[in-house]
């Protein structure tokens, strides 16, 4: 098993800038990519970002250029750091631990707020 935290989450102004991390803990030697999704009121929850064990990365065309995934393996921990904001980012984000090519874990989710 494979337990997920996320904290950063908050309120801000469009332009703005936030970082979330997800402290990992568990089994994740069984784990091969991070990622995080994020779940607006009324829409499917999409993909952000991705990030694998080697440092290769993937992003959402709506969020290129404006927000970084990255992680310290020491750490166990994965950030998402977003600038830029816009009100359409705001949803509640999710990280997302992989064993395979979907998410086998998450977490409870952080709260993203953009004022315009």
């Known amino acids: 098993q494979v337990q997920l935290v996320e904290s950063g989450g908050g309120l801000v102004q469009a332009g703005g800038s936030l970082r979330l991390s997800c402290a990992a803990s568990?089994?994740?030697?069984?784990?091969?990519?991070m990622g995080w999704y994020r779940q607006a009121p009324g829409k499917q929850r999409e993909l952000v970002a991705t990030i694998t064990n080697g440092g290769r990365t993937n992003y959402a065309d709506s969020v290129k250029g404006r927000f970084t995934i990255s992680r310290d393996n020491a750490k166990n921990t994965v950030y998402l750091q977003m600038n830029s904001l816009k009100p359409e980012d705001t949803a509640v984000y999710y990280c997302?631990?992989?064993?395979?090519?979907?998410?086998?874990?998450w977490g409870q989710g952080t709260q993203v707020t953009v004022s315009s």
């Open positions: 568990g089994s994740m030697l069984s784990i091969n990519a």
């Open positions: 997302a631990a992989y064993r395979y090519n979907s998410p086998d874990y």
